[in-house]
Structure formats: C-alpha cells, structure tokens
C-alpha cells in the first residue's frame, strides 16, 4: 500500500493523518506529501492503521504521539497535562513584553480568551517568574529559553503534571534555571523572598460547559473546570498574588469576563 493510499484509506481527517502517517514513519508532513508512492511495510500499514483506530475514537493526535508544538518547540505531553493550545503562546508573549516594558496589557488570545496583566509594584529588579499550575512545563520552559536571564519556578498540584514537566525541562535542557516545586497555587512559594512576577494559564472553563469529546473524554478535568463560572481557581490566585509581599504583577490566560470581574477585586498596595 502507498503513502497516498493509505492516507485516502484512513477515515479521519486528512491533517491527523498526515500527522499521525509522519509518526509512523519517523519523518515529517512535508516529506509524507512529497512521497506518496512510496510503499509502506506491512508493519508500517498495522501500526498506523492502529493510530487511526485510536483517533476515531476520538483520542487527540497529541497524546497518539506524545508530542505537541509549542512556541516553535516540539513538548512531551501525555494524558497527565493538558495539551498546549496555540492561544497560550499569547500568554508567552505578554509576559516578555511585561517584563521588557513594564507596562499592563490585554492581548486577544482566541475567541473571548484574552492574555492579560496587572502590575502590582515596581518590575526593574525583577529577574525571576513563578508560573503556577504549569501542567507540561511548556510556559515555563519556553520563557526560560527565550530569556536565560530569568530564574524560574514552576509550581503544580499534581506530582504526575510535574514529572511530564521534568521530562520536557530535561529535552530541552534549562535544568539550570528552571526549578519545579510541588503545591497547590502559590503554596510552593509562600516563602519566597526575591521579587517576582507571576504566570498562568489556570482552569477556567465552568463546570457546566459542554466540550469536545476528544477534550472531555482524554484532557485532565483538573486542568480544565474550576467551578460553576470556572473561576474558582482564579480568585485564590489573584487572592494570593495580592498579598504576597514579593509579587509584582500578575499575567494570566482566561476569558475576557473573567479578567474584568477579577479586577474589580483589586485592592491597591
């Protein structure tokens, strides 16, 4: 059987089967593509065969593969985090404009998502960032990577979220600057003195939104619902960041009614 065949012959979209056809065969879409005569073996046809099968029952190309793209880098995720969406590299954004410029901003980051700061105090000396609930470690890792200058915390309640985390710090080699704790929130960092600013991207979708099954019945609800109006986690941390004498500013993903109703909680310093 061909490339081409095959791919006419796997009954998912044509995209996840590029995807999933490149795994099989360890190359990438462009070369899949460009050759379409090329047979496959009959283990090959089995193996992605099976991949299709999985991904008719809905399982997300990401975790059939075990890795999703982030911010132009390539992240170990399985079923323990949540997989990286494109709108989050938003929040990677605005959290280096923060701390180039220092200033408070909202970026569209999806449909009704935006990215967004609060500044609480002064941020020139500010060299380190705590990224709270950090699933896959792909916020943090990549802020390590885009400014080496920082030193960065990455905090998750869940031991299993924070070992997916250890293996992409590993991959992508920020052992140096990256250090992971174990808590919920700002818990982990209750202690810490330095200044910081702090990062993101919380559960906030309430817990009576209907989802994708390919969502809903893989990704971690912990990492996705928070509540009635899915800010149940939101106003602990914008709570905690308040009164955290070291916290700077805050930088947060959610949706745009969410972020508003937070800052009519904000009480000046």
């Known amino acids: 059987m061909t490339l081409e065949k095959a791919l006419q012959m796997a009954g998912i979209p044509r995209l996840d089967a590029e995807v999933l056809l490149a795994y099989t ?5 462009t070369w899949i593509m460009s050759h379409g005569d090329t047979e496959l073996s009959a283990d090959e046809a089995i193996t992605f065969q099976t991949f299709c099968e999985r991904r008719k029952n809905n399982e997300p190309v990401s975790y059939i593969t075990q890795q999703k793209e982030f911010y132009g880098r390539t992240f170990f995720v399985d079923q323990r985090v949540l997989i990286p969406r494109p709108s989050t590299e938003m929040l990677v954004e605005l959290v280096l404009d923060v701390l180039r410029n220092h200033t408070e901003r909202i970026l569209d980051a999806d449909t009704e998502i935006v990215a967004a700061a ?3 105090g002064n941020l020139s000396d500010v060299h380190t960032l705590v990224d709270v609930g ?3 470690g792909c916020i943090a890792i990549t802020l390590a990577l885009e400014n080496p200058n920082l030193h960065i915390i990455a905090t998750d309640a869940s031991r299993d979220a924070l070992a997916v985390a ?3 710090r590993d991959l992508h080699e920020v052992e140096g600057s990256l250090e992971l704790r174990e808590g919920n929130l700002l818990q982990p960092v209750e ?12 559960p906030y979708i309430p817990s009576s939104d209907v ?3 390919d969502v809903v019945d893989y990704e971690p609800h912990s990492a996705l619902f928070s509540g009635e109006d899915g800010m149940d986690a939101l106003r602990t941390l914008w709570k905690q960041a308040q ?3 070291a916290c700077r500013g805050i930088v947060l993903e959610c949706r745009k009614d969410q972020w508003q109703s937070l800052l009519k909680g904000y009480t000046l310093r």
């Open 25 to 29: 065969l360890s190359k990438n879409r």
């Open 118 to 120: 609060k500044v609480f």
């Open 134 to 136: 950090t699933g896959s």
């Open 166 to 168: 250890a293996i992409n």
């Open 191 to 202: 202690d810490l003195t330095e200044p910081f600013l702090l990062v993101s991207n919380l």
């Open 211 to 213: 989802l994708e099954a």
């Open 243 to 245: 009164e955290h004498p």
